[in-house]
Structures are given as structure tokens and as C-alpha cells.
């Protein structure tokens, strides 16, 4: 179906209602689909942290991060401090265009299905388990202390786990994006998404020198149970964080 709109409209309607995928060309605009991107937000009633500003320049270039990145699974004993450990947020789910609300990796329809946690041990932020919150930029504490030793538990005892400073948890809540898409938001989207997620993470430790690797062997339960997430969340990746003890 085609409708003539026009540009103001068009956006009041985007602004508005939410996205969306739209075809454009000059003169008439396509409206392919409009969905309601409600944010469901998980409610945490812990303290909230505000994160510094993320940085949008760095001295290593985009083609350096991509040339340099390795899965690095030793790291030293220094903490990872908080501006750090923001712009990783920022990497993994930080909102990119304020006005609609897309964030710095794709995702279908827009309909962000992903969340992120951290489990943290060494940092100049207090040991606990955290939720971002990417429309703030803000981290919600889930509880206190450090659980990275269960969480490495929980990853069949990989040992990276418990020795990185802290710990990226990525997990997805399937029905925002199977209420659109069905089995193929299920089977493909979601995890995609996860990919886009990880390598954004990879690439923007890489930029702070730090180290990560993308972890997808775990039990879902023990996991879930260390970040006390509701049981729609599914973990599809741990990412622990480091300095790198070997380049
Ligand atoms: C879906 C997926 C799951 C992975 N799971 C693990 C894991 O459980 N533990 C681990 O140490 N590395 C894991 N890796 C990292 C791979 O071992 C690593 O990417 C591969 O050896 C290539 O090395 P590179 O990342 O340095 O290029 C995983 C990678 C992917 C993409």
C-alpha cells in the first residue's frame, strides 16, 4: 500500500508512534510497516550509577580494531575502571540517535530484544551484578558482591571468567521480536543480533587495550540465576573483561 505523506508528518508519526522500516523516494513516501517499540525495561530497585559520556574519537582507527581484534583470554590483575566499562555499554547497546531511539547495533525491526548485564569484581565501581540502562546511560545494581567465581561456574569453569575484572553478560527476551517475526525472529534475528552486539564489545575493548572473548558455552540456568534475571531473559553470550596480560 502507498501513501503520500508528507516529511512533517512522516516525522511527528515516527517520533510519536515508533518504528518502523520505511521506503522513501523523493515526492512520495512508502509506509512499509509501523510497529510500537515499547521499552520494557527490567525494574531494579538497586541504585543507580550514572555512567560517564562515552568518547566518540579514539587513536586506534576502525580498521586497526578490526586488524588487531583476537579472542584474549589472559589478563592482569589491574581494575577496569567505570569510563571504561561505559563506553563498552555504549559500544554494546548505547542510544546512537536520540530522537527514535536506535542504539549502536542493529536489530529487526528495531524492536531491541537484547539486554546487558555486568558482574563485576575489580573496578573502581563496587563489586555487583548491574543492569544497563541504555536510555539513561545509567547501570541499575541488581545486588552486591562479586560473582564472578559463580558465573565462571556457570561457564563450565572457564577460568577467564573468574580472572577478568568483570564480566558482560548478554541476554535476549525472545517475544519482543517473535511477536513480529515469528520462528525467524527466533531462529535468526535474535541471535544475529547477539553477533552484532559481541562485536561491537570486541572492537571497542580492543580501541581501550583491553581483551575479551565471546563465550557461548554456559548452563542458561546458572547463569541467569547469578544475574538474577527473570526467567524470559536467555544469556546467549559472556564476555569477560580485562586488561591484556599477553598482546
Ligand atoms: C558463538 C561463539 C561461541 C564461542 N564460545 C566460546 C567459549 O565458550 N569459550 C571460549 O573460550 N571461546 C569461545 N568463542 C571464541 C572462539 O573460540 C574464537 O572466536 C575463535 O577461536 C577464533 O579466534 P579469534 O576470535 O581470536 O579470531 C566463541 C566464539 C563464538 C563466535
Known amino acids: 500500500m502507498s501513501i503520500r505523506i508528507s516529511r512533517r508528518k512522516l516525522l511527528k508519526i ?3 508512534i515508533g518504528v518502523v522500516a520505511v521506503g522513501a523516494s523523493i ?7 509501523f510497529t510500537r517499540h515499547e521499552k520494557e ?8 550509577i550514572k555512567l560517564p559520556e562515552p568518547r566518540k574519537k579514539s587513536s586506534l582507527s576502525i580498521e586497526e580494531a ?3 581484534r583476537r579472542s ?3 589478563y592482569t590483575d589491574d581494575p577496569v575502571l567505570l569510563s571504561d566499562i561505559s563506553q563498552l555499554c555504549w559500544a554494546a547497546q548505547g542510544i546512537t540517535e536520540a530522537k527514535i531511539g536506535f542504539r549502536a547495533a542493529p536489530s529487526a525491526g528495531a524492536l531491541y530484544p537484547l539486554e546487558i548485564f555486568l558482574v563485576v569484581g575489580n573496578s573502581d565501581l563496587e563489586a555487583g551484578v548491574y543492569y544497563y540502562s541504555c536510555g539513561e546511560h545509567v547501570l541499575k545494581r541488581v545486588k552486591k558482591g562479586d560473582y564472578r567465581k559463580q558465573l565462571c561456574e556457570a561457564s563450565l569453569r572457564q577460568e577467564w571468567v573468574e580472572n577478568a575484572a568483570l564480566d558482560f553478560v548478554i541476554t535476549a527476551i525472545y517475544s519482543r521480536t517473535i ?9 535468526r534475528y535474535v541471535p544475529m543480533e547477539a553477533g552484532h552486539v559481541a562485536e561491537n564489545i570486541y572492537l571497542q575493548a580492543e580501541s581501550l587495550g583491553l581483551g575479551t572473548v565471546a563465550i557461548g558455552a554456559f548452563y542458561d ?8 534475571a527473570p526467567s524470559e531473559h536467555i544469556p546467549l553470550y559472556v564476555m569477560p573483561i580485562g586488561h591484556i596480560r599477553i598482546r
Do not use: P, W
Request: hydrophobic share 30%; charged share 35%.
Open 221 to 228: 540456568d546458572q547463569v541467569r540465576e547469578v544475574i538474577s
Open 72 to 74: 584474549r583470554r589472559s
Open 27 to 33: 515526492g512520495s513516501l512508502k509506509i512499509l510497516e
Open 179 to 187: 511477536a513480529k517475526y515469528g520462528e525467524r525472529g527466533r531462529e
Open 66 to 68: 578490526i586488524q588487531s
Open 41 to 48: 525495561e527490567l525494574t531494579v530497585e538497586g541504585e543507580l
Open 14 to 16: 515516527l517520533t510519536g
